[in-house]
């Protein structure tokens, strides 16, 4: 059976590496560096009133990302119910990487560049940062999507890797079914 | 033998109950002052663009994860 049904391995993955990208960004750049926080640039952190605003906001960041990796297993997990999908960690590998290239992009242009409610590193030289965050989503999301086109030789579906023609014990052959 | 040591360690022990009913919600910060203010200001009348500004990537995220699960799917 060839599974060819990449998408909806991709679109899960996508989900998961959003929701894993936006958590990264999070605990990294907002809480551990604390170089900003949701909306330190229109209220700046300087005072405990302010920051427990932004720390609010914050919380609610990570309730949107939380949701999009939630979201992204339940796909995962219809997926691989599907007999037309094919399981290829190639292809998964790179839709999380293309999910977090796209969630530092749209983000970046969007919270960053177009409303400017945060930088990544306010202060001086913030444009250069801004601009490296958007270099970045840019090189992992032609790298993920690289990788998922590789992945398109993969068309064994869920549940057949490791196993038999008959369904039983290991296959040790390759996973490509070409 | 019960010594100062072992008296002080009950006096705690017995404090530690009334400490948390008793003073904690006044000056604990789910109560106090600073969080009060803090989520007062949140629930202004910008909440509304706030959210839109924070949920906004994520709506186009979700619809370009969307459209992407159509790659390869036989019609």
Same mark, same amino acid.
């Given at each position: /059976?060839?599974?060819?049904?990449?998408?909806?391995? /991709?679109?899960?993955?996508?989900?998961?590496?959003?929701?894993?990208?936006?958590?990264?960004?999070?605990? %990294?750049?907002?809480?551990?560096?604390?170089?900003?926080?949701?909306?330190?640039? %229109?209220?700046?952190?300087? @005072?405990?009133? *302010?920051?427990?605003?932004?720390?609010?906001?914050d919380g609610l960041? =990570?309730?949107?990302?939380?949701?999009?990796?939630?979201?992204?297993?339940?796909? %995962?997990?219809?997926a691989g119910e599907?007999? *037309?999908?094919?399981?290829?960690?190639?292809? &998964?590998?790179?839709?999380?990487?293309?999910?977090?290239?796209?969630?530092?992009? /749209?983000?970046?242009?969007?919270? =960053?560049?177009?409303?400017?409610?945060?930088?990544? =590193?306010?202060?001086?030289?913030?444009?250069?940062? *801004?601009?490296? &965050?958007?270099?970045?989503?840019?090189?992992?999301?032609?790298?993920?999507?690289?990788?998922?086109?590789?992945?398109?030789? @993969?068309?064994?579906?869920?549940?057949?890797?490791?196993?038999?023609?008959?369904?039983?014990?290991?296959?040790?052959?390759?996973?490509?079914?070409? | 033998?019960?010594?100062?040591? =072992?008296?002080?360690?009950?006096?705690?022990?017995?404090?530690?109950?009334?400490?948390?009913?008793g003073v904690a919600?006044?000056?604990?910060?789910?109560?106090?002052?600073?969080?009060?203010?803090?989520?007062?200001?949140?629930?202004?009348? @910008?909440?509304? @663009?706030?959210?839109?500004?924070?949920?906004?990537?994520?709506?186009?995220?979700?619809?370009?994860?969307?459209? %992407?699960?159509?790659?390869?799917?036989?019609?």
């Open positions: /059976v060839r599974a060819t049904h990449q998408g909806a391995l /991709v679109s899960a993955g996508v989900l998961l590496g959003c929701g894993l990208g936006g958590f990264f960004d999070g605990i %990294l750049l907002h809480q551990i560096l604390q170089w900003h926080n949701m909306l330190s640039s %229109l209220r700046p952190p300087l @005072d405990l009133v *302010d920051m427990k605003f932004n720390m609010l906001w960041f =990570h309730a949107f990302t939380w949701l999009m990796v939630c979201l992204g297993l339940w796909r %995962l997990w219809v599907r007999a *037309d999908v094919p399981w290829s960690a190639r292809t &998964f590998t790179g839709a999380l990487l293309l999910g977090w290239g796209l969630f530092n992009l /749209v983000e970046g242009i969007i919270d =960053h560049q177009l409303l400017g409610i945060h930088h990544v =590193h306010p202060g001086q030289g913030e444009l250069l940062w *801004d601009l490296g &965050f958007l270099g970045l989503g840019a090189l992992q999301s032609v790298t993920g999507g690289l990788l998922i086109r590789s992945g398109r030789a @993969d068309v064994v579906p869920p549940g057949s890797i490791g196993r038999a023609p008959d369904g039983r014990g290991s296959l040790a052959a390759g996973r490509s079914g070409r | 033998v019960r010594g100062p040591a =072992h008296a002080r360690l009950s006096a705690a022990a017995a404090g530690l109950p009334l400490s948390l009913v919600p006044a000056l604990a910060c789910p109560r106090c002052a600073t969080g009060q203010e803090a989520r007062r200001q949140v629930w202004r009348d @910008d909440f509304g @663009d706030h959210l839109a500004m924070t949920v906004l990537p994520f709506l186009i995220l979700g619809a370009m994860s969307w459209r %992407l699960h159509s790659i390869g799917r036989k019609p």
